[in-house]
């Protein structure tokens, strides 16, 4: 097995994280491409690998042929560690405190107040709640099997 980029060469792939050891994944960068050995592979098993090469787009492409894989391998493209850290918390203040003031401005030009304003602003709230939650859980459909995940960086 290996893989290539089709405009440019592979010049060094450093294995970040293997699912287990036991898979006893490897790899070999010659001619600007990449051959990648492994003992076996269970479900959910695999490797992030850091791929540093010189071509313009950033999919790979593979060849050979993995037996008892017929969809082969997935490429979850660029990976991007999640950030946990005060501005997640910061984005997500920001966020409600801009929606409670969209929430009050349209109100007023509504010229509702008492029980109209209040429930006005359940619904809003209740609505981008469930926006966020439908978005989370869309992100957490395509993230990667939870043995190759990456640490949060802070």
Not at 11 to 36: H, I, N, P, Y
Not at 140 to 146: D, F, K, V, Y
């Amino acid at each position: 097995m290996e893989f290539s980029f089709r405009d440019g060469a592979i010049l060094e792939v450093e294995t970040v994280k293997a699912s287990r050891e036991a898979v006893q994944f490897s790899t070999r960068v010659e001619d600007g491409r990449c051959a990648f050995m492994f003992d076996f592979l269970d479900h959910d098993d695999g490797v992030v690998l850091d791929v540093l090469h010189t071509a313009g787009e950033i999919t790979p492409t593979f060849s050979g042929t993995l037996k008892g894989m017929p969809s082969g391998i997935r490429n979850y493209g660029l990976l991007i560690p999640e950030i946990r850290t005060m501005w997640g918390g910061l984005a997500l203040g920001l966020t409600a405190a801009s929606t409670g003031v969209m929430v009050l401005i349209v109100a007023n030009s509504l010229g509702l107040s008492g029980w109209g304003l209040i429930i006005f602003a359940a619904a809003i709230g209740v609505g981008a709640l469930s926006f966020v939650a439908i978005a989370v859980m869309r992100q957490q459909e395509r993230t990667l099997p939870a043995s190759l995940r990456l640490p949060p960086q802070s």
